[in-house]
């Protein structure tokens, strides 16, 4: 199957610093990519849609402020935790569709990023 | 609204006995159904997928599936259950006239404990 590959997998900060998460589709091409957070007791809420070459498309309730996506190329979209605060402790997982699959095609998923915010 | 309910928190089943892992869906039109695995600290996995065709939808693992649109429902099902099926199950349902950015929506997770 596809493969999606997050980095990195775990990342502790100190409160106030900003973190990136990657995401980057290797063997196919991604025009929309989601992210997701999943809390503890296991839920995935569906943060936002990053959209190449457009503006995420954020869920309500999402700080698009404070969750910064670029989807910047095919293959590539990326997560900014701006001023994290250990609130923002969890674990943040992105998903990709292939485009040539079109609607039926199913999600892969990266191996998600664990953040612990100090 | 898309929606999806695993109604189960956790299922427990003996190693070498069937297992099932319960969903229910609403869409407004009709139903992509997908179900993905999650082992601790990890990513999900992609098991197996419903989009037209067949109710009975075999995928990877020994697993599959059964669409049952009178009732709305996609319940996982394995004829034996192993130990190292023991892992977080979601189901997933998108709406077919979404288009290729229509998100998918997740149920809250069965965690499966399959004993020795």
Partial sequence: ?????????????????????????????????????????????????????????????????????????????????????????SFYICSARDYLAGSTGELFFGEGSRLTVL | AQSVAQPEDQVNVAEGNPLTVKCTYSVSGNPY??????????????????????????GSYGFEAEFNKSQTSFHLKKPSALVSDSALYFCAVRDMYGGATNKLIFGTGTLLAVQP
């Fill in chain 1, 1 to 89: 199957g596809a493969v999606v590959s997050q980095h990195p997998s775990r990342v502790i900060c100190k409160s106030g610093t900003s973190v990136k998460i990657e995401c980057r589709s290797l063997d196919f091409q991604a025009t929309t990519m989601f992210w997701y957070r999943q809390f503890p007791k296991k839920s995935l809420m569906l943060m936002a849609t990053s959209n190449e070459g457009s503006k995420a498309t954020y869920e309500q309730g999402v700080e698009k402020d404070k969750f910064l996506i670029n989807h910047a190329s095919l293959t590539l979209s990326t997560l900014t935790v701006t001023s994290a605060h250990p609130e923002d402790s």
């Fill in chain 2, 33 to 58: 159904l997908f179900w993905y695995v999650q082992y601790p600290n990890r990513g999900l996995q992609f098991l197996l997928k419903y989009i037209t065709g067949d109710n009975l939808v075999k």
